[in-house]
């Protein structure tokens, strides 16, 4: 039986690299490979549109199979998509279909965890697999948690089809871990809450509740090591002021047994593809047992309004308000064995800020009040009495 791998190095000529932050590798020759590499990873249409456009102009950095001393972090990405062609074995039938095999790219968030995406394509367009791989030794551990995860994912009959299937797993050439899986079947994206949303939150809620008193929570428990342990990132003020909040989340549901469910974490439309007849979520390497059932929810809708232009105003308490309206009726339909109310909606939430909070500092090992999501959050944090004021006045 003949191996693709030869044919997949020789036809992978190169790319053109978009962005220096988070760098876009798309295959160099126009193509419907390229069309779908764009439309996977870039949901917006005005940015597709743009790369597009500068692809056929002849813009974009040019990037050959030869990295050089300009990408060593993708080397070993790069030796990888060779290694898996070559391993690629396939029915006589199917090999002229699989053939050329192009890999598109993308960096992730630089730092310590960062990771790299890679999805295969056939020339005509149709996907093959999804890759995410480690950088450095840093991210190992995050990249066989999110296999872990996907693992259990697959146990729950209820998410079949809602969760990337994984295919595989291993190590790269350099001994970094990475696992390929499935792609979504649809590539549409939407910023809205549909009804899909709430019934995958449900669904996952539901096989993955476990009833603890919230104060014996994994989500309680890492804010409380956490705050200890980044006081020094936090500085004095920012640090008294989340562990005040925490406290008075404690004071106020420390003692209520509530579900406690595994959680997506980065639960945000750019990680999301949606179709009416359902949704795709993936990207689940920042997932976590033991989250409040409304972790996922308030990430929808927040953390897109922080990273907006008009964060300001998007992010008022009138819209925090009404929002945990919202929140209140889905959980009464969602877990209608708790007594539910709004000030335990207003907890949660506060509880979520200050979570969110903490992970981004964790990260990046500073409090950068600059930083749009640091920055909205935690002047929702420092408002929250503003809330109880606008719950009296309804």
Same mark, same amino acid.
């Given at each position: 039986?003949?191996?693709?791998?030869?044919?997949t190095?020789?036809?992978?000529?190169?790319?053109?690299?978009?962005?220096r932050?988070?760098t876009?590798?798309?295959?160099?020759?126009?193509? $419907?490979?390229?069309?779908?590499a764009?439309n996977?990873? @870039?949901?917006?249409?005005?940015?597709r549109?743009a790369?597009t456009?500068a692809?056929?102009?002849?813009?974009?950095?040019?990037?050959?199979?030869?990295?050089?001393?300009e990408w060593?972090?993708?080397?070993?990405t790069?030796a990888?998509?060779?290694?898996? $062609? $070559?391993q690629? &074995?396939?029915p006589?039938? &199917?090999?002229?279909?699989?053939?050329?095999?192009?890999?598109?790219m993308? &960096?992730?968030?630089?730092?310590?965890?960062q990771?790299m995406?890679?999805?295969? +394509?056939?020339?005509?367009g149709?996907?093959?697999?999804? $890759?995410?791989?480690?950088v450095?030794?840093a991210?190992?551990?995050m990249?066989?948690?999110?296999?872990?995860? @996907?693992q259990?994912?697959?146990? +729950?009959?209820e998410?079949?089809?809602?969760?990337? @299937?994984?295919?595989s797993?291993g190590?790269?050439?350099?001994?970094?871990?990475?696992?390929?899986?499935?792609?979504?079947p649809?590539?549409?994206?939407?910023?809205?809450f549909?009804?899909?949303?709430?019934?995958?939150l449900?669904?996952?809620?539901?096989?993955?509740a476990?009833?603890?008193?919230?104060?014996d929570s994994?989500?309680?428990?890492?804010?409380k090591?956490a705050?200890?342990? @980044?006081?020094?990132?936090l500085?004095?003020a920012?640090?008294?002021?989340?562990?005040?909040?925490?406290?008075?989340?404690?004071s106020?549901?420390?003692?209520l047994?509530?579900?406690a469910?595994?959680?997506?974490?980065?639960?945000?439309?750019?990680?999301?593809r949606?179709?009416?007849t359902g949704?795709?979520?993936?990207d689940?390497?920042?997932?976590?047992?033991?989250?409040?059932?409304l972790?996922?929810?308030?990430?929808?809708?927040l +953390?897109?309004?922080?990273l907006?232009?008009? &964060?300001?105003q998007?992010?008022?308490?009138?819209?925090v308000?009404?929002?945990?309206?919202?929140?209140?009726?889905?959980?009464?339909?969602?877990?209608p064995?708790v007594n539910?109310?709004?000030d335990?909606?207003?907890?949660?939430?506060?509880?979520?800020l200050v979570?969110? +909070?903490l992970?981004?500092?964790?990260s990046?090992?500073?409090f950068?009040i600059?930083?749009?999501?640091?920055s909205?959050?935690?002047n929702l944090?420092l408002?929250?009495?503003?809330?109880?004021?606008l719950?009296?006045?309804?």
């Open positions: 039986m003949q191996k693709t791998g030869t044919q190095q020789n036809n992978v000529v190169g790319w053109r690299a978009f962005g932050k988070r876009l590798f798309i295959p160099a020759t126009p193509c $419907a490979a390229q069309r779908y764009l996977f990873f @870039l949901p917006n249409r005005w940015q549109y790369i456009l692809t056929r102009a002849g813009f974009g950095r040019k990037v050959a199979n030869g990295l050089g001393d060593p972090a993708i080397e070993d790069v990888l998509t060779k290694t898996i $062609a $070559a690629m &074995q396939v006589d039938a &199917q090999r002229t279909a699989l053939k050329p095999l192009v890999f598109a993308r &960096q992730g968030s630089v730092g310590p965890y990771k995406s890679l999805i295969a +394509i056939q020339v005509h149709k996907p093959l697999f999804y $890759a995410k791989v480690a450095g030794a991210a190992d551990a990249v066989e948690a999110e296999s872990a995860c @996907l259990r994912l697959s146990t +729950i009959p998410l079949h089809g809602m969760v990337p @299937l994984k295919l797993e190590q790269t050439p350099a001994g970094r871990p990475f696992f390929t899986t499935s792609v979504a649809f590539l549409k994206s939407t910023t809205s549909k009804m899909q949303h709430e019934q995958f449900t669904a996952l809620g539901h096989a993955t476990q009833w603890v008193n919230y104060a994994l989500e309680f428990q890492f804010t090591s705050l200890a342990r @980044l006081s020094v990132h500085g004095a920012v640090h008294a002021e989340l562990q005040s909040a925490s406290e008075e989340v404690l106020k549901i420390g003692g047994k509530l579900p469910v595994l959680a997506h974490r980065d639960f945000a439309p750019w990680n999301i949606w179709h009416a949704i795709f979520v993936f689940w390497e920042y997932a976590a047992e033991g989250a409040n059932p972790y996922d929810f308030f990430h929808f809708h +953390i897109q309004r922080a907006s232009h008009r &964060q300001a998007a992010l008022a308490p009138s819209y308000l009404s929002l945990m309206s919202v929140a209140l009726a889905y959980l009464q339909k969602t877990f064995e539910w109310s709004l335990i909606v207003k907890q949660l939430l506060l509880v979520y979570d969110l +909070i992970f981004y500092v964790d990046g090992k500073e950068d600059n930083h749009p999501v640091l909205a959050y935690f944090t408002m929250r009495k503003q809330w109880l004021v719950e009296q006045a309804v």
